[in-house]
Structure formats: structure tokens, C-alpha cells
């Protein structure tokens, strides 16, 4: 059975410094990886997507992740953070084993301090 | 195309009663996808849709719960006899599926029931 794990329930930055949030998974075939974002009273925005072709992939608002696939992980980085980007942050995970749908991990609550 | 549209964005029902919500997927995505999402929670499995055929259910979707995609197109889900348990947030995604891929889900803006 597929699973994330998020490591952290809530991170906190300071402006300009860099973010990191990670994500642990668990599928039984080649997956594909998403990280969406949740704005307070807003709906989930993809913010960037693995599927098997390059290992570093580049999402919205300069975010980027890197799948090791040794390392079950996917960690989303952003090297300045932003105001902005104060949001909860979820990791999915989705294989065909299991017909393509997603599986959400808790979230990561990210908090930008002036 | 404005995305995939729920209807209604909020929705307060006293306890026992039925409530009966709509999803509007992008237009030319034939799969379609509901979840729930609770305070402090990511989303949650419910139910999918390949074009009219539900093609899973979730052991959370209990016989109080039904979901319909009579043509392909809009879905519904009902709740029947309501609990203050089912006071979440009901999220609507759809995408497309090619083949054996599916392009990324794109969800809506939910529905938020509160049950008193």
C-alpha cells in the first residue's frame, strides 16, 4: 500500500532564509509525486509534479523538489522564502497500482516571519 | 474553462438531515475524484469516477454516503442522515486519464458542511 509521511507538522523561517519540507514515501510501484499548497480559504494549487523523467523537478514560485528514490524521499526546498508562501504544504503520492489516485500526507504548516 | 467548480461553498444542516452536493470537473477530464478534509488533516480519500463508472470506494464512504456521475460530466455526492461527525471540508478534483497516466488533478474550492 501506498503512504507519505511528513516529517514535520509545522515549519518555521524567517523571511529571505531558506525553506525545507520533507516527505517520506511508500509505493509498491513506480510513483508519481506532487507537492500541492493550501492558502487559508483557497483550494489546493499543484505546485510541482514527479513522473519518472528528471529527478529534480522545478515547480511554481521557485520551489523545487528532488525524488531519491533511495531514499523514499521528496523534500520540497525554496532557497528564499517569502512572505507569501505562509501556507500548509502536503506531499501526495499517487501509482498506478492503485488506479492513480492520490494520497495525501498530513501537511506541513509553513510560517514566514518578518 | 474556469476549473472545476463546486456548489455550494458552504452548507449548514441540522443533524439527521440529508445534504446533497455538486461537482463540476473541467470540462474535457474524464476522471473525477472526491475527498474530505478535516481540520488539521490532509485530504482524505472518498471515492473516484472513470468518465459515468465509480471505480473505488474508501471504507471512510459508509452507506450514508453515495456518489453519482450520471453522464460523465458533474458529480454528486449525498450524505443521508447526517452526523456532526461529517462537519469537514468535501473536496472535488478531476483529471484526465490517457492510457495508463493520468495528467495532474486539479481541485476545486470544497464544500464546507457543518453539522448541527
Known amino acids: 500500500a501506498q503512504s507519505v509521511t511528513q516529517l514535520d507538522s509545522h515549519v518555521s523561517v524567517s523571511e529571505g532564509t531558506p525553506v525545507l519540507l520533507r516527505c517520506n514515501y511508500s509505493?509498491?510501484?513506480?510513483?508519481?509525486l506532487f507537492w500541492y499548497v493550501q492558502h487559508p480559504n483557497k483550494g489546493l494549487q499543484l505546485l510541482l509534479k514527479?513522473?519518472?523523467?528528471?529527478?529534480l523537478v522545478k515547480g511554481i514560485n521557485g520551489f523545487e523538489a528532488e525524488f531519491k528514490k533511495s531514499e523514499t524521499s521528496f523534500h520540497l526546498t525554496k532557497p528564499s522564502a517569502h512572505m507569501s508562501d505562509a501556507a500548509e504544504y502536503f506531499c501526495?503520492?499517487?501509482?498506478?497500482?492503485?488506479?492513480?489516485?492520490?494520497?495525501f500526507g498530513q501537511g506541513t504548516e509553513l510560517s514566514v516571519k518578518p | 474553462d474556469t476549473g472545476v467548480s463546486q456548489d455550494p461553498r458552504h452548507k449548514i444542516t441540522k443533524r439527521g438531515q440529508n445534504v446533497t452536493f455538486r461537482c463540476d470537473p473541467i470540462?474535457?477530464?474524464?476522471?473525477l475524484y472526491w475527498y474530505r478534509q478535516t481540520l488539521g488533516q490532509g485530504p482524505e480519500f472518498l471515492t473516484y469516477?472513470?468518465?459515468?463508472?465509480?471505480?473505488?470506494k474508501s471504507r471512510l464512504l459508509s452507506d450514508r454516503f453515495s456518489a453519482e456521475r450520471p453522464k460523465g460530466s458533474f458529480s454528486t455526492l449525498e450524505i443521508q442522515r447526517t452526523e456532526q461527525g461529517d462537519s469537514a471540508m468535501y473536496l472535488c478534483?478531476?483529471?484526465?486519464?490517457?492510457?495508463?497516466?493520468?495528467?495532474?488533478?486539479?481541485f476545486g474550492q470544497g464544500t464546507r458542511l457543518t453539522v448541527v
Open positions: 514527479y513522473t519518472s523523467a528528471a529527478t
Open positions: 469516477f472513470q468518465n459515468e463508472a465509480q471505480l473505488e
Open positions: 501526495v503520492v499517487s501509482d498506478r497500482a492503485q488506479g492513480g489516485k492520490l494520497i
Open positions: 470540462s474535457e477530464h474524464n476522471r
Open positions: 478534483a478531476s483529471s484526465l486519464r490517457q492510457g495508463a497516466m493520468n495528467t495532474e488533478a486539479f
Open positions: 509505493s509498491s510501484y513506480s510513483p508519481s
